[in-house]
């Protein structure tokens, strides 16, 4: 059963404009949410990570924000660039403990064109 | 530099092959971690450990292997290849799972072809 939803699959823009991503999930309990981004073959790097009960976070063109009440984050990009394109995933921790499990969705694939 | 190191990047080997994939971090991570990822589907855990000697069982743990040596390394087994088990390998270490520890850090994946 599938935990993390990401929607849309996939999402082709123009450089210069924004995007949003959407995650929604069912892990209990939601201890935190991660963003990451997956270049093509390539591992995962985190982009930044939410905690709080209604949490907002930047990290330059890149800002999340999560409502573990509604259990549903959003990564926005501002003016992408081609370097963004990449596949973006969300993961949500379920404890903030050595005993926690990491359970990740399947991806948002974003490409960048001219 | 914190890094994680995969080998080989790419394996192809037939049904019933014997495979190793290697994972060496230098991060001085305790958890160390194997994932699968397919089309369509998030990472999948297939094992993982907590220090040297120590081997616990992921979500997907049927067919696969695995033994820690040092707290570095970190090995996935497949005795017996199966296409099924044709998938992007990913190794990540970890001073933890938890939101106060750093984030998780990823090689740059293992791709198996079995035939």
Not at chain 1, 8 to 26: A, D, M, W
Request: with cysteine; proline share 3%.
């Amino acid at each position: 059963k599938t935990q993390v939803e990401q929607s849309p699959q996939s999402l082709v823009v123009r450089q210069g404009e924004n995007c949003v991503l959407q995650c929604n999930y069912s892990v209990t309990p939601d201890n935190h949410l991660r963003w990451f981004k997956q270049d093509t073959g390539k591992g995962l790097v985190s982009l930044t990570v939410l905690v709080d009960q209604k949490d907002k976070t930047s990290n330059g063109r890149y800002s999340a924000t999560l409502d573990k009440d509604a259990k549903h984050s959003t990564l926005h990009i501002t003016a992408t660039l081609l370097d963004d394109t990449a596949t973006y995933i969300c993961v949500v921790g379920d404890r903030g403990s050595a005993l926690g499990r990491l359970h990740f969705g399947a991806g948002t694939q974003l490409i960048v064109i001219p | 530099e914190a890094a994680v190191t995969q080998s080989p990047r790419n394996k192809v080997t037939v049904t019933g092959g014997n495979v190793t994939l290697s994972c060496r971090q230098t991060n001085s991570h305790n958890y160390m971690y194997w994932y699968r990822q397919d089309t369509g589907h998030g990472l999948r855990l297939i094992h993982y450990s907590y220090g040297a000697g120590n081997l616990q069982i992921g979500d997907v743990p049927d067919g696969y292997k695995a033994t820690r040596t040092t707290q570095e390394d970190f090995f996935l087994l497949l005795e017996l290849a199966s296409p099924s088990q044709t998938s992007l390998y990913f190794c990540a270490s970890s001073s933890g799972t938890g939101v106060n520890n750093q984030a998780p850090l990823f090689g740059e994946g293992t791709r198996l072809s079995v035939l």
